[in-house]
């Protein structure tokens, strides 16, 4: 399995020959927002992601595999609401009440962009706007204070952190599990030194 632990954000200045030879990794918006994943590349090989939590991968990114070699990141077609209008302010006030319900949404020169949910399709034509479904790559707006739109604790936590548990032992394997678990007793055994230097050494 191939291992990532580094990845370049669009533009990279890679040069375009080496990106168009690199293998493709085809993923949904909500899968490129996990940090820590196991995915199958379009050649069919395996490869675990392993990047700091909070990075959310674009489409045009450059994943760096242990070896060196690269793989570019595409965005998947997905089911989403294309949102159109025939003037500025309705789309301004349509993105306005998508952001009251804290609905990522991708913001076009022109468009409105988010993933499909009837409720809201049903909302944004009361609105007066049109909301057609469409099969299309979605790149929502990342967080204003960096990041994605996802949370430490949100729905996906247990199970990016099982993923990534899985993909150290497969990588770093028992040792650097021992010597995780002598550095973390040092660390303990630090704390309460210097814990109770104001009191009787105990």
Known sequence: MLTVEKHFAAPHGVDAALVQCAPKLTLPF????????????????????????????????LLVTDDGHYIEVCAAAESVLQVSAADGHAL?????????????????????????????AEMLARLGVTA???DLPFEPEAGAYGGGHKHGHDATFAEDHAAALALFEQHHGHEHERVYIRRHAQHIHDDHVHGDAGGDGH
């Open 30 to 61: 909500s899968e490129r927002s996990k940090s820590r994943l196991l995915a199958l590349l379009d050649d069919g090989r395996e490869v675990g992601v392993f990047l700091p939590r909070g990075t959310v991968l674009r489409g045009g990114d």
């Open 132 to 134: 057609t479904r469409a």
């Open 92 to 120: 301004m006030r349509a993105a306005y009440h998508l952001g009251n319900r804290h609905t990522p949404v991708e913001i076009g020169a022109d468009y409105l962009r988010l993933e499909y949910d009837p409720v809201l």
